[in-house]
C-alpha cells in the first residue's frame, strides 16, 4: 500500500486541520514546499508554533476561501478530522479542485474506515474516487481531470426580534451558526440593553447578527466593532452590515481581542464558543472589562453559567443572570 508521501507530490497544501494533526501529518515530509491553508487565525498561530516547536517548515496561510490561494498545488491533503461539521467538507473538497494544478492528485483523511460521504462526494467533484484502509480510518485520493465551475456553499436566513422589521444574513459553513439564527444569540440580543448612541463591540461575532441587531438599536449616533478570529466570518460580517444598512461599523480580523483602546466602548457583547469555554470566555471577559467605559454594560451567552458567572463577579464585583432560550445570559456592568 503507497503511503500519503508516496501519493504526494510538491508543491502541497494542507487543508484545516487541528494544528498538532497537522504537524503529525507533516513529521515525514521531506519537502519544504508546503502550503497549510487555516480560515481561523487562532488556529494558524497554534499551528506555526507547533510547527517551530518541531522544527518543522510550512508556510501558513489564513484566507477566507480555499480558492483565494493560488491553483498551483500538485496535492491537497485533507485531514477531515472528528467534528467538523459536513457541509464544511463539502465546501473543502470542491474549493480544493479549483487549487489543484492539472492532474494534481486530492487526499481526504477520513477517521472513519466506512466513511459514507467521501466517495460519493469526491466521485461527483472529481469523476471517480480510490480508497483504501488507513489505521482506524480511510484515505480517499483521484486525481483533477478537466474544469468545473465554482460554487459557493452560502444559505441566506431571516431573523427577527422584537418589533423591527426582520433582517436578512448570509451564511457560510465553517461559519458559526451556518443557515440560521442561533438560539443562544437570539437570547443575548432579546436580553441585552443598547441605547441610542451606544459603542458597542461584538467579540466572536460570526456571520454579524448579534452586532448588527445592536447597531439598529444604537442608532445613527451610535458605532459597532465587529471581531472574530475566523476570517469568513469577518468577510460574511462587512456583507451583512452593509446590506442591513448598518452606517457606522467596522470588520476585525483578529486572534484575540486585541488592538482596541481601552474605556471606549459602552456595550460589549460575547458568545464564546462551547469549547474551551473556561479559557475563552476568561479572555473575553477580561477584555471586554478593560474595554468598557463607565456605565458600560458585558453581556455573555453560555450554558455553563456556574463557570461562566464567577469570571464575571471576579472582574465586574457581581454577576446578573437571565435565564432565556435554555441559555444564561450574564451581564456585568461597570460603575458610573
Not at 57 to 66: E, H, I, P, Y
Request: charged fraction near 25%; glycine fraction near 10%; charge should be neutral.
Amino acid at each position: 500500500m503507497l503511503s500519503l508521501q508516496q501519493r504526494s507530490r510538491p508543491p502541497l497544501v494542507v487543508i484545516l486541520g487541528w494544528p498538532r494533526e497537522v504537524a503529525d501529518l507533516l513529521q515525514d515530509f521531506q519537502s519544504d514546499a508546503v502550503t497549510c491553508y487555516q480560515m481561523d487565525l487562532y488556529q494558524a498561530d497554534r499551528l506555526r508554533e507547533e510547527l517551530s516547536r518541531r522544527g518543522l517548515s510550512a508556510q501558513v496561510v489564513s484566507a477566507a476561501d480555499l480558492w483565494d490561494l493560488p491553483p498551483d498545488f500538485e496535492t491537497g491533503l485533507f485531514p477531515a478530522s472528528k467534528g467538523v461539521e459536513r457541509s464544511l467538507k463539502i465546501d473543502m473538497v470542491e474549493q480544493a479542485f479549483q487549487v489543484l494544478r492539472p492532474r494534481g492528485t486530492f487526499l481526504a483523511l477520513s477517521p472513519n474506515p466506512n466513511d459514507q460521504l467521501f466517495p460519493a462526494l469526491l466521485k461527483k467533484v472529481f469523476g471517480r474516487v480510490h480508497a483504501s484502509p488507513s489505521g482506524t480510518g480511510s484515505v480517499l485520493w483521484y486525481r483533477r481531470e478537466g474544469d468545473r465551475p465554482r460554487r459557493r456553499h452560502e444559505v441566506t436566513f431571516h431573523a427577527r426580534v422584537g418589533e423591527f422589521p426582520s433582517l436578512h444574513f448570509l451564511s457560510r459553513p465553517g461559519v458559526f451558526s451556518y443557515g440560521r439564527f442561533d438560539e443562544g444569540a437570539r437570547a443575548l440580543v432579546e436580553t441585552m440593553q443598547v441605547e441610542p448612541g451606544d459603542r458597542i463591540l461584538d467579540i466572536g461575532c460570526g456571520c454579524g447578527t448579534n452586532g448588527i441587531f445592536a447597531a439598529r438599536s444604537s442608532g445613527s449616533s451610535g458605532s459597532v466593532a465587529m471581531v472574530d478570529s475566523n476570517v469568513r466570518a469577518v468577510a460574511l460580517t462587512e456583507l451583512n452590515a452593509k446590506a442591513n444598512g448598518v452606517g457606522r461599523f467596522e470588520a476585525v480580523a483578529r486572534a484575540g481581542v486585541e488592538g482596541f483602546s481601552e474605556k471606549s466602548f459602552d456595550v460589549v457583547l460575547a458568545n464564546p464558543p462551547y469549547y474551551g469555554q473556561g479559557t475563552i470566555a476568561g479572555l473575553f471577559v477580561e477584555r471586554g472589562r478593560a474595554l468598557l467605559r463607565p456605565g458600560g454594560r458585558l453581556y455573555l451567552v453560555t450554558k455553563q453559567p456556574d463557570l461562566v458567572a464567577p469570571l464575571i463577579v471576579d472582574h465586574f464585583g457581581s454577576a446578573e443572570v437571565v435565564e432565556r432560550r435554555g441559555y444564561a445570559v450574564l451581564c456585568g456592568r461597570v460603575s458610573a
